[in-house]
């Protein structure tokens, strides 16, 4: 009886987390992403373009929606009620993010789906490797603020240092790393924008739980044995 009471105040405490941040946090981000797919095609035109044209709006414009979805994953704690909740010792920090991460990545496939098959429909050659390559490229993005968030707890540096590296690879190839590697027919660096995805994705949620109250009760733990 008491593991059920447990398991249904944990369920309920995430239930809240998710409605609060969904609400609060994650759908601004969302309809700026909206207003973004959007204004794709105004600026770009996605009408009967070519494998590498294509690969253009994907790199340049959608990438960027990494940026809005990701970036500020860890920005609900700066609200003191949702710290309250996801400090509570029913549930851990980590679960939270780890929630908000994956919510926040199937949405950000959902999106680029939708404009790659607008594309698609359009008669653009939009191709499988596109499309992965566009989601890799936006979840990469994301992750350096994501990252960054982590570390500084600055929603504007945050936001500056993957809009700065963005910016950085319109002035030459960054060789592995690069973002518009598509647009020239290269597929291969894409693969490690998706070990670097990974990379920093958990790099994020380890340093947000070495600073998070649980870690530190572990270690208080340890040293009062």
């Not at 994650?26 to 105004?42: A, G, K, Q, R, Y």
């Not at 999106?111 to 653009?124: D, E, P, Y």
């Not at 936006?138 to 700065?164: E, Q």
């Not at 597929?187 to 870690?215: E, N, Q, T, V």
Request: charged share 10%; hydrophobic share 55%.
């Amino acid at each position: 009886m008491e593991n059920l009471n447990h398991l249904s105040k944990k369920r309920l405490q995430l239930w809240q987390i998710a409605k609060v941040n969904l609400r609060h946090n994650f759908l601004p981000h969302f309809l700026l992403c909206i207003l973004l797919l959007l204004l794709t095609p105004v600026l770009f035109g996605i009408s009967s373009l070519d494998n590498r044209a294509a690969a253009v709006p994907l790199e340049i414009f959608i990438s960027l929606t990494g940026i809005l979805l990701l970036t500020p994953i860890f920005q609900p704690e700066q609200d003191s009620t949702i710290d309250e909740i996801t400090s509570s010792k029913y549930i851990s920090n980590t679960v939270v993010y780890l929630i908000r991460i994956a919510y926040s990545i199937l949405t950000l496939i959902m999106l680029i789906s939708i404009f790659s098959l607008f594309m698609k429909v359009s008669a653009s050659d939009m191709t499988l490797p596109l499309y992965l390559g566009a989601v890799v490229t936006a979840m990469f993005l994301g992750s350096i603020g994501l990252f960054t968030a982590s570390i500084f707890r600055n929603i504007a540096v945050s936001y500056m240092v993957p809009i700065v590296y963005y910016a950085l690879n319109f002035g030459g190839d960054l060789g592995n790393f690069y973002l518009f590697s598509m647009m020239g027919g290269e597929f291969k660096p894409k693969i490690w924008l998706f070990a670097g995805s990974l990379m920093f994705i958990i790099l994020s949620i380890y340093a947000k739980w070495i600073s998070s109250g649980h870690f530190k009760a572990i270690i208080m733990k340890k040293f009062h044995r």
